[in-house]
């Protein structure tokens, strides 16, 4: 697995590298250290934090290598990774805003989220150990891949995995509201439902694609990244999993169409968020 | 049998039928506004001394509670045109009475949510778009009001005010003068309000059916069919789509084949109730266009751009806290059988007020 983290010198970098570490299963991979800085006089603190990164990563890698870009973090990041293929994009949420937030132009990781043609896993408040993980589906085509990279991803851990799909329906008509509405991911699963099928094949997928913990699945109903938030706070989950809203493939006018539901997450989840 | 014949018909068979039918409408309606208007004069000292309608608080009542009792907005909207144009009701008064007749529009969701509550199905009537559009609108018109309000009082749209043709009025006259002079013979002056409204309410009902039968195929649609739109695109739609329905439920109607389980969801939902909330008022446009009165299409258009003002404020500055907001009242009145009875009381209790004490 060829891995990317990135970094400018701020401990937000450096806990992303600590949360890689923390994911279990990336140490036999071949990693590189990418600092960016925006002039050369910011160089040499930017080397030194990535030292420390390297010690925080540890021995087990097959190969760590290093190296300075100068420049607009976003697009030499970018063009890292048209340079070179690689499985893995990792960076800290240092809250470095740039751009109006308004104007949904977001921080470099939202930014980076929406052109990168990888998967991204963004650091946020790291804790020593990784306990729990949300995974979020939106029973849909593109969820079938990313549930079979989501479990690739993450068959080294051995934190709770919490599978999660909202569904945000409501009836046309006070006299066609299907029982499905009012499902919970037991019943769901019992009654065969649309959505009771995708969270077992859900499961299924990613347990086939390495996951071994335990999966729980869960159903919520009403506004999707609103559910999803909610589910984060109340839970004190460590990491929530989404599908990236740009997939490989898809057509460009349904990408504007569609909205960007990862980039949301992104921004106002309050863990580390794995965009797949 | 029918289904069969129905089935086999050529297409431009259907086309022509539909069309002829919607021409009627049409006939209907502007018998309906003129008998409205004949009809409205003697009703003058009942609706400003008897209903007490004599300001915009007042008149903002009395289409409120009109559309809750008639179960529609539109022919209240029309009536009140047609009011203006008798001078039974002043401009600012016109405009208040059809924002009260958007405010009871979707009343008759919560009588059949009640209903289904009887039969103690509570939950789902908080489950269901007709309610969301009920929010939207009693959510949004309080700006919308003061708005308007503010145009209406300085004048900002009077410079523009579009002069309905009389040459369009004119060929459809001479069908329809003919047909007036027969009920006026047939029936007293202040029957023809009554008549009148219930031949827009008709005219109304039967141009739904003229409407051509839209199937959006699920399959066709892919993804799109059941994934979240950006409300934008959403937003559009509704506006787009209800300019050629006329009627927000109508509009509302044609997402059904967006899902096989008459499911939408509530992200689509929201801002395209807001889109076709701007473009339902297309009918009383041409109801004020028809009475060839400029002060009814002057109130129109304020009701109109007044209501795309504050729909795209709230889209551009504050979508996602409006759409928790309401998803946050859905969940209350779903909540408690308790919480929806006193909702219902509120939404029938305000506008007596108004029309009372306004």
């Known amino acids: 697995m060829e891995i990317l983290i990135c970094t400018d010198g701020s401990p937000a970098a450096e806990a992303a590298a600590a949360l890689l570490t923390r994911l279990g299963n990336s140490a036999g991979g071949q990693l590189t250290l990418l600092g960016v800085c925006e002039n050369e006089a910011e160089e040499a ?182 559910q999803v938030l909610d589910e984060l706070n109340k839970g004190h989950y460590d990491l929530l999993v989404v599908g990236a809203h740009h997939q490989p493939g898809q057509n460009r006018w349904l990408e504007i169409l569609l909205d960007d539901v990862a980039d949301r997450l992104l921004n106002h989840a309050p863990c580390s968020v794995l965009i797949v | 049998m029918s289904d069969n014949r129905k089935r086999s018909r050529p297409w431009y068979v259907s086309a022509a039928l539909r069309l002829g039918l919607a021409l009627f409408c049409i006939v209907l309606f502007v018998l309906a506004l003129i008998l409205l208007k004949e009809g409205a004069k003697p009703f003058a000292p009942l609706i400003r001394n008897q209903f007490s309608v004599d300001s915009p608080a007042s008149a903002l009542g009395f289409g409120w509670l009109s559309a809750n009792l008639t179960l529609s907005g539109s022919p209240v909207a029309a009536t009140s045109l047609a009011l203006l144009d008798a001078n039974v009701l002043s401009a600012v008064e016109s405009f208040a009475m059809i924002a009260g007749s958007r405010l009871g529009a979707a009343f008759v969701v919560l009588l ?152 939408i969801r509530r992200e689509n939902a929201i801002p395209y109730i807001m889109g076709a909330n701007i473009t339902t008022f297309i009918d009383t446009l041409v109801a004020a266009a028809l009475l060839a009165n400029s002060s009814a299409v002057t109130v129109v258009l304020v009701m109109m751009i007044s209501v795309a003002v504050v729909s795209l404020l709230v889209m551009a500055l504050g979508f996602r806290q409006y759409e928790c907001f309401l998803d946050g009242i859905v969940n209350f009145l779903g909540r408690r059988r308790r919480h929806l009875v006193g909702y219902i009381f509120v939404i029938f209790a305000v506008p007596f007020v108004l029309l009372i004490f306004g």
């Open chain 1, 45 to 226: 603190a930017l080397r030194a934090s990535m030292d420390r990164m390297a010690s925080i990563l540890g021995p087990g890698w097959a190969g760590v290598k290093q190296h300075v870009r100068h420049g607009h973090p976003v697009e030499q990041i970018l063009a890292e990774t048209q340079g070179q293929a690689y499985d893995l994009v990792v960076m800290g949420s240092s809250g470095q805003q740039r751009g109006l937030r308004l104007l949904n132009l977001g921080s470099t990781s939202s930014k980076l989220a929406r052109k990168i043609h990888t998967h991204l896993l963004v650091a946020r408040t790291v804790p020593t150990t990784l306990q729990k993980i949300l995974v979020c589906t939106g029973a849909e085509i593109p969820s079938v891949e990313t549930m079979r990279r989501a479990g690739t991803l993450l068959q080294g851990t051995t934190a709770e995995v919490n599978l999660l799909h909202v569904m945000s329906q409501v009836a046309l008509k006070p006299d066609n509201a299907p029982s499905d509405l009012f499902d919970t991911a037991k019943t769901a699963i019992d009654r065969q439902t649309r959505e009771g099928q995708h969270l077992q094949s859900a499961m299924q997928q990613l347990q086939a694609a390495g996951l071994t913990s335990p999966i729980v699945p869960l159903l919520r109903h009403g506004l999707v990244v609103e």
């Open chain 2, 112 to 263: 059949i949510g009640l209903v289904y509550m009887l039969r103690g199905k509570q939950r789902v009537l908080s489950l269901n778009v007709g309610l969301l559009s009920l929010l939207v609108t009693q959510t949004m018109y309080p700006l919308v009001l003061a708005l308007g309000f503010f145009f209406m009082s300085n004048g900002w749209l009077d410079r523009w005010q579009v002069q309905a043709s009389q040459d369009v009025s004119s060929p459809l006259e001479t069908l329809i003068n003919p047909l007036l002079i027969v009920f006026q013979e047939l029936l007293p002056t202040w029957a023809l309000f009554p008549v009148g409204f219930l031949l827009v309410l008709s005219s109304l009902w039967l141009f739904d059916k003229a409407i051509p039968e839209i199937h959006f195929e699920e399959a066709g649609l892919g993804l799109l069919s059941h994934a979240l739109y950006r409300p934008v695109v959403v937003f559009l739609a509704g506006a787009l789509v209800t300019s050629l329905t006329m009627s927000v439920s109508v509009s509302l109607s044609l997402l059904v084949p967006l899902s096989v389980r008459g499911i």
